[in-house]
């Protein structure tokens, strides 16, 4: 459906160095698929969705929607509608006729323009503001308007600029799961920026994770979760995020020894590593290895670490210990009754490591729960 | 909201006639001129009580000056007429240059674009004088010397600067995402400029017309030097007041009741849009 080759995004500007804000970008989004761009600010996504929109130039490489290559076509013709950051919602018109605004342009039966509006305004609820002007409502309803103005039309492709950063979270949450069913319904291809994890997961079927301009991984949450490409995707994703620790690396007979500190060692079966890891491992003397939180056991294991805070949050407590000037966390269904100060066991289990090259690069991924 | 005493009020309104009076006492003073022969206007001590006479007037009107030195042709209608006519040509041709101009600088970066935009500026600052004999050669060799073209050309000197840097202003609080999207919903480029964005700067493009006007009405040292008797604008048909058997107060005073009149009206008119102008930052959402 849409491709992405290639492409990337320099901004020039005189007296300035020029600002790399996409890199090689290479991207496949298939009909009917929900795709996130999530990442830090800079990071280069909306760039992203304003070149795919038209508002920016490419630098280099191609774009192409359902066989037609976009990248030199103007915004008009390119079949692609947009929900703005900032709403950009035409002042004199009033809310209903911002929505109805591009169906009226294509000169749409009058009956049919508002039987659309009003299903789309029932859907983000706003049927109460429909004639009020843009000025006069809030700014969580004029980013609902914004969407519908997006969602009400027939374009190829929907892109949303963080669709419901306005929004309370409640009316986020069901906001989302209809945004998601209205999409699944009519098999709509949409591309979504946003910072927000939470939101990435609950509505996107995949996740492009962005950083410095360039896409570190784009795959299913559950992929990045449990097999994250590098060591920027590892930390990024998760909540809290994943600990990571340097450790030295020592040769032992069908495997590798990984050392953390005077007492603490993990092995390696040999077996668990391919051609390309095992090389790495010869090469270099210390890697880091990563242990998302909730893979840590508390109250029993070798690692005795001092507690610094623990959390019960209702459901799941949080541990922050710290171990040999590192600070490791976990997170546990079970309450625990440490104190800041006690020294505690953690258990680390070598089977649960993603171990990271030199590069970042991942080169063991933890088992599969 | 009012919780001062009674003195504070007072004393407010006291201050506020003072103010009122202050300001509006020129105008009212040349208003009262306009009625009353010169020797009325020049005894002394000035009476505040006087036979109202329309001979000012009347004289304006028909062109004709009764002196104690005979009689005098004045054309201050058909200067009243080249005024309006210089005024507003000029500030139709600056909106019609500037108004694009401005949005190119808001929207776009260009190489020297910033040079160009505050060179159009300096032209505000520099005195008249310094460019007019120049000018005035150029002309001649033109053959743009004492034509109405010629006059309305230099006034762009006058009105483009001003519209430009006001308008540009006005575009750049306009949201470029709100072009962005009347694009995306089928429009090219020009529509989302004449639709969108110079409506959404109305009240600014109108308030910078009207200020342009005001300066270029004002004006009166371009005419005098590169325009003719009946091509010359009412600032400069004025001198004609000034004659060999003295000058001529009460048709001065009606004179400049007939030529503010048209202004002050614009300007009361157009009040309201400049207020709009103002507010214009709500849009930002």
Known sequence: MLEIRNVDKVYQSRGKPPVHAVRALDMEVGKGEIVALLGSSGCGKTSTLRMIAGFESVTSGAITLGQRRIDELPPARRKVAMAFEGYSLYPPLTVRENIAFALKAQQRSHGEVSRRVDAIARLVEIEDILDSYPRSISGGQQQRVSLARALVRDADLYLLDEPMGQLEPQLRAVLRGRIKGLLAERGMTAIFVTHDQTEASALADRIAVMEDGVLQQFASERELKEHPANLFVASFIGEPPMNLLETEVARADGGIRLSVGPEVTFRIEGRTLDQGARQMLEQTARIRVGIRPQKIAVGSGDVRVRVVSNQWLGDQSHVAGEYDGRLLIAVTPNKIAARPGDIIPFALEPRHLHLFGADGTCIRHAEAA | ?285
């Open chain 2, 1 to 285: 909201m009012d919780h001062s005493s009674l003195a504070g009020r007072i004393f407010r309104g006291i201050a506020l006639a003072l103010v009122l009076v202050f300001f509006m006492f020129p105008i009212v003073w040349i208003f009262l001129m306009s009625f009353q022969t010169n020797e009325q206007i020049l005894r002394i001590p000035p009476h505040i009580l006087f036979e109202p006479t329309l001979a000012n007037y009347q004289a304006l009107i028909s062109g004709q000056l009764r002196t104690t030195a005979g009689n005098l042709e004045i054309s201050f209608i058909r200067n009243l007429m080249n005024s309006f006519a210089l005024s507003s040509a000029a500030v139709v041709l600056a909106l019609l240059l500037g108004v694009p101009a401005a949005y190119a600088f808001a929207r776009f970066k260009f190489r020297l674009g910033e040079t160009i935009a505050f060179t159009l500026l300096s032209f505000r600052f520099a005195p008249p004088l310094l460019v007019l004999l120049p000018l005035s050669l150029y002309y001649q060799q033109l053959g743009l010397n004492d034509t109405y073209f010629g006059i309305v050309w230099v006034y762009q000197l006058i009105a483009l600067p001003l519209i430009l840097w006001i308008v540009r202003g006005y575009f750049e609080d306009i949201s470029p995402d709100i072009e962005h999207a009347y694009r995306l919903a089928g429009h090219s480029w020009r529509e989302a400029f004449t639709r969108i964005a110079v409506p959404l700067a109305g009240p600014g493009i109108a308030a910078a017309g009207l200020l342009s006007f005001i300066f270029c009405w004002n004006n009166f040292v371009f005419a005098l030097i590169l325009a003719s008797a009946d091509k010359q604008p009412v600032t400069v048909g004025a001198l004609a007041f000034v004659t060999a058997s003295g000058i001529q107060y009460g048709q001065i005073a009606a004179a400049i009741v007939l030529s503010v009149t048209p202004t002050l009206l614009l300007a009361l008119y157009a009040q309201r849009y400049l207020v709009e102008g103002l507010s214009l930052g709500a849009v930002k959402g």
